[in-house]
């Protein structure tokens, strides 16, 4: 079965700063897509990154950039010059390419920004 | 504005009781999902739709089901309700399968079951 884990339950970092949020998945398949979605206090969810497999170059987007790592299916989350804004719950997300398939989320971490 | 409807948005439940928890898209999406959300599970799925008139369970369907009533409309049904299953349900629909896509939400419905 696919399955994503977030280790960290809650981070804190200084504004300004820099802080890396990690995500690790198990599948059998070999090409498949990666997201990050935030969900601030609001509740909504937003997409803030996405990854495909067979794409050796990393994603960026503004401040936040991915870490792949295939062969260890790693997927981690880099957000340089925290803002307050960036405070939210974090959540990674796995879906195989098969179109049928379902998202699999992890279970998040909870980012807190340190004025 | 457009995007994701789900009604209602608070609701508490006796024991047994039944409901069901309407979701509407109007961006004309093929797919539909429902998840909860508790607190250290992150979301999980109950069942999604990948197109009119199909259904699949998910991780944790059971003491949950659902009609696919259109392309627009997926309902979610609790038809005697445990308080096992108190959660934030989310409903989302998806752009486009694969690398493109990008699932939209609801702002969620926070049930509690006494």
């Known amino acids: 079965a696919q399955t994503v884990t977030q280790s960290q339950p809650e981070m804190s970092v200084q504004e300004a700063e820099t802080v890396t949020l990690s995500c690790t998945y198990d599948t059998s398949e070999s090409d498949y897509y990666l997201f990050w979605y935030k969900q601030p206090p609001s509740r909504q969810m937003i997409l803030v990154i996405r990854q495909e497999a067979y794409k050796q170059q990393n994603a960026t987007e503004n401040r936040f950039s991915v870490n792949f790592q295939k062969a260890a299916k790693s997927f981690s989350l880099k957000i340089s010059d925290s803002q307050l804004g960036d405070a939210a719950m974090y959540f990674c997300a796995y879906r195989p390419r098969n179109r049928d398939d379902k998202i699999i989320f992890g279970k998040g971490t909870r980012l807190h920004i340190l004025p | ?114």
């Open chain 2, 1 to 114: 504005n457009a995007g994701v409807t789900q009604t209602p948005k608070f609701q508490v439940l006796k024991t047994g009781q039944s409901m069901t928890l309407q979701c509407a898209q109007d961006m004309n999406h093929n797919s539909m999902y429902w998840y909860r959300q508790d607190p250290g599970m992150g979301l999980r799925l109950i069942y999604y739709s990948a197109s009119e008139g199909t259904t699949d369970k998910g991780e944790v369907p059971n003491g949950y089901n659902v009609s696919r009533l259109n392309k627009r409309e997926f309902s979610l049904r609790l038809e005697s309700a445990a308080p096992s299953q108190t959660s934030v349900y989310f409903c989302a629909s998806s752009e486009a399968a694969g690398f493109n896509e990008k699932l939209f939400f609801g702002s969620g419905t926070q049930l509690s079951v006494l």
